[in-house]
């Protein structure tokens, strides 16, 4: 079972709500690009997302934290690969220090979870 990582940085264009509360929907973008990476690694081909079959939400990210969305393959059918994500907080933005303070978490903070479907056509699979 080969995982994917990415790691960056949310931005105060990521923010879209008060307290530079970054969307949610933001996590969810990032899982595509994970599943995309695997999809590439699995099968050659960026493949489609096909759907989200559960989604939670568990903890607020902000402008400033550094967020570590990570996936696997959990399940390969013929054309279609279930997928699971997980997108944890490493590093918190702490306004109430000073504008640039930052904590580096001990535990990663688990922010989201998902799993998913994506599809390779078959004539799209080189892998």
């Known amino acids: 079972m080969e995982k994917v990582m ?15 509360l ?3 929907a933001h996590m ?5 690009d994970v599943a995309t990476e695997l999809l590439i690694r699995e099968d050659g081909d960026e493949g489609l997302f096909f759907k989200y079959t559960d989604v939670d939400f568990l903890a607020p ?4 934290d550094y967020i570590e969305a990570v996936g696997y ?14 997108a ?10 000073s504008a640039s303070a930052c904590d580096v978490l001990e535990e990663p903070e688990i ?3 998902a799993k998913g479907i994506c599809v390779t056509p078959k004539d799209c699979q080189r892998n």
């Open 6 to 20: 990415i790691r960056l940085r949310m931005s105060a264009g990521d923010a879209h709500y008060g307290g530079n």
């Open 22 to 24: 970054v969307d949610g």
């Open 28 to 32: 969810l973008a990032l899982f595509g």
């Open 61 to 64: 990210v902000h402008a400033g």
């Open 73 to 86: 393959i959990s399940e390969k059918g013929n054309t279609s690969r279930k997928m699971e994500f997980e």
């Open 88 to 97: 944890r907080k490493v590093i918190t933005s702490r306004p109430d220090i």
């Open 111 to 113: 922010v989201c979870k």
